[in-house]
Every structure is written in structure tokens, then in C-alpha cells.
């Protein structure tokens, strides 16, 4: 019987992983398939516990459900309880298991695409929502400096902070984080120190969005990063280039994350040149 994969979302039309899983599937031959599904806020618990009905093996979960989603998961790794949002589920013996790729997929990115890490670096955070939740904690983890976490909604940003400084402490981890405001008149102060920036926010996704911040804040001493990966190549990577900065798009996160998924869920490693081929055919589509 076919294994069926899949994500839940909303919306989901933008999602590239049924591309980029089916990929892997039809080239190492695989009997599963990965689909996508709408599923709005009110119809998680209908649709959680339908994997566990129809046993389907495994999903991704994306906006707006990867923190809610976890009330009705029967356990967690640890990565996941980290965290405190779960991009992967795994039915494993009847039961639903979360998991978070995210962090570890960026980071993989981040080393293996831009030849970077986070350790000793001081790093700004853009948004904080569950992107930047696993990025910022999986940052603070390979023992980054300092991280700032500036995001729209003050408080939002401000719990993370607080989160990510007590999960530190837990783990005796060295890592200063704070949490400012998007509008705070010291983000340009904090750019002069920073070493690598991350936009973590959907902004970017619409070319014609208000920048988060001012482009003049960028310099040749930073790696921008932007997780959105559709544009390829968004306004703020565009805008780094020409400042002399480094930039990273989201493409590789968005594969290595995957490939992680992938691994859980089936045990093979994902053919990652040949999906990056695929979605990179795709992106560059006219
Ligand atoms: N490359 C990858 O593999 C990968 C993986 C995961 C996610 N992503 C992308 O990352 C983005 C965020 O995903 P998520 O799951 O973290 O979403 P989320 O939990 O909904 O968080 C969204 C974040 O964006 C901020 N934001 C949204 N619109 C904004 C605006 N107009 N101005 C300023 N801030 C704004 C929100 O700020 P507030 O708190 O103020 O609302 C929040 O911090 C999406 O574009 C998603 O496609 C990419």
C-alpha cells in the first residue's frame, strides 16, 4: 500500500515541499506520496486525528499551525519541546510524534551554502513567529554571542527573548537575547555590531511590502539572510548585494529542513542536488 505523506496549512498554496518531496520519492523509487492539505485553525483537531485514522505515516505542519498543533500530539523530541513548535509529525506505532527540522535545516544552510556558523557571532533576528523561534534557539545552541530579536508585535518578541533565556540557563548555554521592538530607534545600533541578520518574517514573499527597516542599516561586515525562498532573490537580498554584503536566500533551508523530514519519515537521505535542481527550475520559471 502506498505510504502517504503530506503538509497542512493555510493558506498552503505556496508550499514548494510536495515538489521537492515527490522529487526524492520518484527518483529513489520510493512507494509514497506527499500531498498538500488546507487545514484552518478550527478543523486542526479533525485533521490531526485523521492521520491516526487513516494512517497516514507523515506531514509537515506550516503557518499558522506549528505551535498550536503540539495539544494534540501524543509526544515530542526534545528538539521539538525545545522549541515549542513542530514542523514534522511521525505516526510511529499508532502514535503522533513532533518533531522541528527548521532550526537544523537553516543552520545546515547556513554552513554548507554561505560556509558560515553561529558560534561567537552577534546575530539579529527579524520576526518571531515559529521560524524564528527554532532559528533563534538553535542559534543560541552552537553558542552565538548575542542574538536580538526585533519583531512587529513587541510582546511577541519579548517571550521568545525570555524562552530562549531560560532554556540557556537550562543548558548552561552563554548567549545573550534580547527582544526590541521593530520601530526601537536602537535597531541601528545594534546593525553596527551585528555580524549575520535574519529575516524571519513572510515579508518578502510581496515585493511591494514596506521594508522592515531601513536598507541604509546594511554593510559590508553582514551575511543577510532571508528564509523566504519565492522570490528567489527578495527585495532585502537585492539590497545587501548591492551594499557589499553576503546574502543567503531560503532555498536551503527549505531543502535541508526537508531533507530532515524526509530521513524521519522513511530513512533514506534525500538526493538534495537533485531537488535543488528541480526547485531551482521552478523558482527561476518565467
Ligand atoms: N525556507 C524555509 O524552509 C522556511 C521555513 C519556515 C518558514 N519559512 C517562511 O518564513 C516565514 C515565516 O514563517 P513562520 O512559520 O515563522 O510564520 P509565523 O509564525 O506566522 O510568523 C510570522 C512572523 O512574521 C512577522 N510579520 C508578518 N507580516 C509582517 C509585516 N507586514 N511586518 C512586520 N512583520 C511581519 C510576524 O510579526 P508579528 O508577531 O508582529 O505578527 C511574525 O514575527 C514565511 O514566509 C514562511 O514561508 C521558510
Not at 503538509?7 to 523509487?29: D, Q, R, V
Request: hydrophobic share 40%; with cysteine.
Amino acid at each position: 500500500m502506498t505510504n502517504i505523506l503530506g503538509i497542512i496549512g493555510y493558506p498552503i498554496g505556496h508550499t514548494f515541499s510536495p515538489l521537492m518531496h515527490n522529487t526524492a520519492i520518484k527518483h529513489l523509487g520510493l512507494d509514497y506520496i506527499y500531498l498538500p492539505f488546507e487545514v484552518k485553525k478550527e478543523n486542526m483537531a479533525l485533521a490531526i486525528g485523521g492521520l491516526k485514522g487513516l494512517g497516514i505515516n507523515g506531514i509537515n505542519v506550516t503557518i499558522p499551525h506549528k505551535e498550536s498543533v503540539i495539544s494534540y500530539l501524543d509526544n515530542l523530541d526534545d528538539n521539538a519541546r525545545f522549541i515549542g513548535a513542530v514542523n514534522t509529525i511521525k505516526l510511529e506505532d499508532g502514535r503522533l510524534k513532533g518533531y522541528n527540522t527548521d532550526g537544523l535545516g537553516f543552520l545546515k544552510s547556513l554552513k554548507i551554502d554561505a560556509q558560515e556558523n553561529a558560534k561567537g557571532k552577534n546575530i539579529i533576528i527579524l520576526g518571531a513567529g515559529g521560524a524564528a523561534r527554532a532559528i533563534a534557539i538553535q542559534m543560541a545552541l552552537e553558542e552565538a554571542n548575542s542574538i536580538i530579536i526585533a519583531n512587529r508585535t513587541g510582546e511577541r518578541g519579548e517571550e521568545l527573548a525570555v524562552h530562549i533565556n531560560a532554556k540557556c540557563k537550562m543548558q548552561n548555554v552563554k548567549c545573550k537575547v534580547k527582544a526590541i521592538s521593530l520601530r526601537d530607534n536602537s535597531l541601528v545600533e545594534y546593525f553596527k555590531k551585528a555580524d549575520i541578520i535574519i529575516n524571519t518574517t513572510s515579508v518578502g514573499m510581496i515585493d511591494s511590502n514596506t521594508p522592515l527597516f531601513p536598507y541604509n542599516y546594511i554593510s559590508d561586515r553582514h551575511l543577510v539572510c532571508d528564509i523566504v525562498y519565492k522570490p528567489i532573490e527578495t527585495k532585502l537580498l537585492k539590497e545587501a548585494s548591492v551594499r557589499g554584503a553576503r546574502f543567503l536566500n531560503g532555498l536551503g533551508m527549505l531543502i535541508y529542513q526537508g531533507s530532515l523530514s524526509f530521513k524521519i519519515w522513511t530513512g533514506h537521505e534525500m538526493p538534495v542536488e537533485i531537488v535543488k535542481k528541480v526547485l531551482m527550475e521552478e523558482l527561476t520559471k518565467t
